[in-house]
């Protein structure tokens, strides 16, 4: 078994860490406003916009990974935009799966309120910008349980990285993709020292935001 | 009333869908005095939490208006599973207050007001969602009377709370209604407690309002069976008018007769209702002008306060109310005589044309 090259996982972690954290605040900035329109307000097809979120909430990530593929490679759709095998593409995949997670989990929330919840904060008089920020502060543990699935959700995941990306040396190789490569080469050395920074950022992450959660009970 | 309503009501016109087809609340006049406290009383789905939420303005209205004569933002209401927002009772009462443009020494006044005025000064730091149901109760009112309305408008107030808790919550209402002079609109199926706080009734049956009126007249005179059963009267035997030897009575299907003060002419079809407690179980028959024969006790259910005598007269059910002591020494298969006041019996369900005979 080789010894892990040091300066290599730091390099992957770092990409790694980049693309994830890109793609969450991308979903949260989309998703969370979304969440909250669809948790608190009533129109015709609202159920089936919620079943498609809950759908994508356990959408595989390969699936998610060939759709974006699909779009991006060359003489397709968006294959103008030259974002095949780059980090933005992986970005983008990355995005759509954390989306519904985020989407999915801010509703429900909001669902939790109650129906009266509105009607409660609009009889206090309270002005639409400063109920809204009240809601906010309302679901926040709800907001951060959604932080913490969509980014164990990406963090861990290898199909979409791996078929936008391309798992390129120095480009776009992450964690998950490198872990993967190492392991075929046979350089379980590499392949181990990677993983134990994968469980180790997951574990630090979600280790914080639960932290934060709870203090907040 | 000379006053002028600080809300008034007109022609409201409600809808709420729902998957059962739908229910519409329809009031034509309902006026909120300031000083004064309303409670609004009716079966399950009358449409009283409805009506409440049409005149906070929490409804879209089909047609109709609802307005505060101090305008708006002067209208609040508190509702019956009342809400705990995230963090300290002090930061709940200044949810209220978010977006206001108040100076902060105004609103610390106010927070204090509201906290001494509702007795939770003690709560100010503790977090809302830790407060028990009373405690919670008391929060939602301090809450909205940190607004300072000029009309407060309670879904079940007294829903969920202890006996003691109801005492409590009850006197504090008449005071906040002495105090500050707002206009109180609470939605109870406690008629003790609505004729406790409130100077008025307002009786709603299948989305329409009844009757309104003063607890007195509203209790004494209901205008139908339905507000009858629902304030209580729950003696209510049909007739019709009898007269001869210069009395009038109501002539009690099945047997019986009852002199009843009316100009109703002879053969009108009626109701007569009368409370239960205003019928009297005498010591001997016959003894008073006011005696109605005799009848069997049927039943006999007590609790801490009274005890509740069902009677066979007449082959009809009656019922009437004892202290607690003097239902003791009662039992199943007695026979009691009973009188009744004419003053005490109320005609009801009256046609507009009666026959001029029968």
């Known amino acids: ?217 | 009333m000379d006053r002028a309503p600080v809300l008034r009501a007109r022609d409201l016109r409600v809808e709420r869908p729902s998957r059962s087809g739908g229910f519409e609340l329809v009031v034509d006049s309902l006026d909120l005095f300031g000083g004064e406290a309303i409670a609004i009383l009716g079966a399950n789905g009358s449409g009283k939490t409805t009506l409440l939420m049409a005149l906070a303005g929490l409804m879209d209205l089909r047609s109709g208006t609802s307005s505060s004569s101090q305008g708006s933002g002067q209208v609040t209401m508190v509702f019956q599973h009342a809400l705990a927002f995230a963090g300290t009772v002090e930061h709940n009462l200044r949810v209220g207050l978010l977006g206001r443009g108040l100076d902060r020494s105004d609103e610390d006044a106010r927070v204090e007001s509201a906290l001494e005025g509702l007795g939770i000064v003690h709560l100010r730091s503790r977090s809302a969602k830790r407060l028990s149901g009373g405690e919670l109760r008391r929060l939602a009112l301090a809450r909205a009377m940190v607004l300072r309305p000029t009309v407060l408008l309670l879904d079940e107030p007294f829903d969920d709370l202890d006996p003691s808790g109801q005492e409590l919550l009850s006197r504090d209402l008449l005071r906040l209604v002495k105090d500050t002079g707002i206009a109180l609109a609470l939605v109870t199926h406690d008629l003790r407690r609505a004729a406790l706080v409130a100077s008025r009734l307002a009786v709603l049956g299948g989305g329409r309002l009844l009757q309104v009126g003063k607890v007195v007249e509203v209790l004494s005179h209901p205008v139908d069976r339905d507000v009858a059963a629902l304030v209580g009267m729950i003696n209510i035997l049909p007739g019709v008018i009898v007269r001869g030897e210069g009395r009038v009575a109501v002539e009690i299907e099945g047997g019986g007769r009852l002199q009843v003060a009316t100009d109703l002419p002879q053969g009108s079809a009626v109701s007569v209702g009368f409370r239960p407690e205003r019928l009297k179980l005498e010591p001997e028959q016959g003894a008073l002008a006011s005696s109605i024969g005799e009848a069997h006790v049927v039943g006999l259910t007590t609790d801490s306060i009274l005890t509740r005598v069902t009677l066979e007269w007449m082959g009809r059910e009656l019922f009437t109310h004892l202290l607690y002591g003097r239902g003791r020494q009662l039992a199943i298969g007695d026979r009691v005589a009973l009188s009744i006041q004419s003053r005490d019996l109320h005609l009801m369900g009256i046609p507009k044309k009666v026959s001029p005979s029968i």
Do not use: H, K
């Open chain 1, 1 to 217: 078994m080789s010894s892990p090259d040091l300066p290599l996982i730091v390099e992957i972690s770092i990409r790694t860490l980049g693309v994830c954290f890109s793609a969450l605040a991308v979903a949260l900035l989309i998703g969370v406003p979304l969440g909250i329109w669809l948790g608190s307000r009533r129109f015709r097809g609202r159920r089936l916009v919620i079943s498609v979120v809950n759908s994508g909430m356990g959408a595989p990530p390969v699936v998610v990974g060939l759709a974006v593929a699909l779009l991006l490679w060359r003489n397709q759709p968006l294959g103008f935009l030259g974002l095949m095998y780059t980090v933005p593409g992986m970005m983008i995949a990355q995005t759509l799966i954390a989306l519904p997670l985020v989407v999915g989990i801010t509703l429900a929330a909001v669902g939790a309120l109650g129906e009266s919840w509105d009607l409660q904060v609009r009889t206090l008089g309270v002005p639409r910008a400063w109920r809204l920020a009240l809601l906010v502060r309302e679901i926040r543990l709800g907001l951060l349980a959604a932080v913490i699935a969509a980014l164990g959700a990406i963090l861990s995941e290898v199909g979409a990285v791996m078929m936008v990306g391309g798992n390129i040396a120095g480009e776009t190789r992450v964690l998950t993709t490198a872990i993967m490569m190492y392991t075929q080469m046979g350089d379980l050395g590499t392949a181990m020292g990677l993983s134990a920074v994968l469980i180790g950022l997951m574990l630090l992450l979600s280790g914080l935001l639960t932290v934060v959660q709870q203090g907040e009970r």
